[in-house]
């Protein structure tokens, strides 16, 4: 048992998540009561985007061995893929308690704080201690630069989500962030096919919703107005949950735009008026 949870986790760490999953299906009988078993379980199912599998597997770990502080990261991360992002900072802070020298805590910190997007700044300094920690470390890199382009900072942000891209596989919101970034710095030649890649990599409505808003703004800046129509209609045919009301009305508004109506305020008939023809009396001989 313990070879193949070695194993697993290898094959984990290597990125061959389907091949550490069929590791742990051989063993899943002989290691029913091992908390590592479930966490290895819980990586593998989110590295899939399985979240409610992933949460399951990480709670059963939890349950099973709570003195595990790697587990709390876990679920903290769970929650965020959840979009539940004020449940993970239970677990950020029980971690917090005990352990301060671990980069993947502090750049999951500085998520809680680009998630709740009230606090950038505080989010900037724990992704800046995540890297002092670790210069690889790619999740500090991918919300350093989410964050730099939420307060407008594009050239910032690109940089980081290249660096980013560079120590782990491409992401959708590594590949969106990027596009956006490309053109808030005006060059929407380029977003546009940044963004037709990002598309390959949603995998839920509310990418696909991210997705259609920005791409039908680049589209309309580049005057490709089929693409931004299509785009447009798609974000209004995607569940109304998912959708913010403000994009909804955004597409409605180009859509639909108000058509201008000529309005004609009568006035009155002007009344004619006769003029008073002078009268000169002429006196002979004067």
């Known amino acids: 048992?313990?070879?193949?949870?070695?194993?697993?986790?290898?094959?984990l760490a290597r990125g061959q998540v389907e091949d550490a999953l069929a590791v742990l299906e051989d063993v899943e009988a002989l290691l029913a009561d091992h908390p590592q078993f479930y966490a290895l379980r819980?990586?593998?199912h989110l590295a899939l985007a399985h979240v409610e599998e992933a949460?399951?597997?990480?709670?059963?770990?939890?349950?099973?061995?709570?003195?595990?502080?790697?587990?709390?990261?876990?679920?903290?991360?769970?929650?965020?893929?959840?979009?539940?992002?004020?449940?993970?900072?239970?677990y950020l802070q029980t971690f917090g308690l005990y352990e301060q020298e671990d980069a993947r805590y502090w750049a999951?910190?500085?998520?809680?704080?680009?998630?709740?997007?009230?606090d950038f700044e505080d989010a900037l300094d724990a992704f800046d201690e995540a890297l002092e920690l670790d210069d690889e470390n790619a999740l500090a890199y991918q919300?350093?630069?989410?964050?730099?382009?939420?307060?407008?900072?594009?050239?910032?942000a690109m940089n980081d989500l290249?660096?980013?891209?560079?120590?782990?596989?491409?992401?959708?919101?590594?590949s969106l962030g990027f596009g956006r970034a490309m053109w808030m710095v005006d060059?929407?030649?380029?977003?546009?096919?940044?963004?037709?890649?990002?598309?390959k990599l949603a995998v839920s409505d509310l990418d696909f919703a991210r997705l259609y808003y920005y791409r039908a703004q680049i589209a309309v800046d580049l005057r490709e107005l089929q693409r931004a129509e299509l785009d447009w209609q798609a974000l209004l045919d995607l569940p109304e949950?998912?959708?913010?009301?403000?994009?909804?009305?955004?597409?409605?508004?180009?859509?639909?735009?108000?058509?201008?109506?000529?309005?004609?305020?009568?006035?009155?008939t002007p009344t004619p008026t006769t003029t008073q023809t002078p009268t000169f009396t002429i006196t002979p001989g004067e």
């Open 1 to 11: 048992g313990a070879a193949h949870l070695e194993l697993a986790a290898y094959y």
């Open 55 to 90: 949460h399951a597997d990480a709670m059963r770990a939890h349950e099973l061995d709570i003195t595990d502080l790697s587990v709390y990261l876990l679920l903290a991360e769970i929650n965020f893929d959840k979009g539940r992002p004020e449940d993970a900072l239970a």
């Open 241 to 268: 949950e998912i959708v913010p009301e403000e994009w909804r009305q955004d597409a409605e508004l180009y859509l639909n735009p108000p058509t201008a109506t000529l309005t004609i305020t009568a006035s009155q």
């Open 42 to 44: 819980a990586q593998a």
């Open 162 to 174: 290249y660096e980013a891209r560079k120590y782990t596989s491409n992401t959708f919101e590594i």
């Open 187 to 199: 060059k929407a030649k380029d977003a546009l096919p940044q963004m037709n890649a990002a598309e």
């Open 108 to 118: 999951l910190l500085g998520r809680l704080y680009y998630e709740l997007g009230e």
């Open 143 to 156: 919300y350093r630069g989410l964050t730099a382009l939420e307060l407008g900072d594009a050239a910032q």
